[in-house]
């Protein structure tokens, strides 16, 4: 799905060139200095992982993956414009739902051969972006930008000091992380409004992994997050 939306953010602007010139609405928008409004957006989470240098065999595994899962986000939305139109600091505080999984493959003397966990670790995210956006000039009613930055992630779901169930453990990461982001979306403007579609790609900058002596946490030596982010902004 991720890709898709990747393409059509690629060539749609392509389409908009071969468009007739038309009157500009909300004319105000670029003369002003701060705009707020808000964002909804879904999300795709995972981790980038790092396996021990030892060998899965040495923890009676076959192999240790990782998949993402989407979740949802809500933010509000603040810009500032810096000296000229086309760029803008932008600020969104944002509440997030996140969940990645991580299936392990043991080996196992059944039938199959080997026996499949898979452990889920869900987050729910305080994110403080702060993004460099470049836009392009209009063309009609439409423009095109780029976003590039960094944001300060709190998981309140962390379970980072938490006593660990050695019974039935489970995966700990860091309440905090620092992640780098870049995007690319187009802008649509109505009379009194603009409406956003963005696509953004976040990375962790350090291991979010917490390491204790659990089976499922042996063969793990780094976890970094990451994720793609699809947002619908409203912004007047």
């Known amino acids: 799905m ?23 609405r909300y004319k105000n ?9 808000f964002m909804l957006g879904f999300n795709s989470s995972d981790f980038t992982l790092y396996p021990e240098l030892n060998n899965y065999q040495n923890y ?8 993402a899962q989407p979740g949802g986000q809500l933010g509000i939305l603040t810009t500032m414009r810096l000296g000229t139109p086309m760029v803008r600091l932008r600020f969104i505080p ?11 493959k043991f080996e196992d003397t059944t039938k199959l051969g080997y026996r499949l966990e898979d452990e889920r ?14 836009r392009t000039r209009r063309l ?5 930008y780029c976003l590039v930055g960094g944001q300060y992630s ?9 006593s660990q169930d050695y019974i039935d453990p489970y995966i700990k990461i860091k309440r905090i992380d620092w992640q780098g982001q870049i995007g690319a979306g187009l ?17 962790g900058f350090g291991n979010s992994f917490v390491k204790d002596n659990t089976y499922i946490a042996a063969p793990i030596r780094n976890l970094y997050n990451r994720g793609w982010v699809v947002s619908f902004i409203f912004e007047g």
């Open 187 to 203: 802008e649509f403007f109505a009379p009194y409004f603009k409406f956003g579609v963005e696509l953004k790609f976040t990375h």
């Open 60 to 67: 009676g595994l076959l192999s240790v993956e990782n998949d």
């Open 94 to 104: 944002t509440i997030s739902f996140q969940e990645r999984s991580i299936k392990y």
């Open 121 to 134: 670790v869900n987050s729910t995210n305080l994110d403080f972006p702060l993004m460099l956006q470049f």
């Open 140 to 144: 009609n009613n439409f423009a095109a």
């Open 2 to 24: 991720f890709r898709k939306l990747i393409f059509s953010l690629m060539f749609l602007p392509l389409g908009l060139f071969g468009q007739r010139f038309k009157q500009e």
């Open 29 to 37: 928008f670029d003369r002003r200095l701060f705009h707020f409004g």
């Open 154 to 162: 709190i998981d309140l779901q962390s379970q980072e000091k938490a």
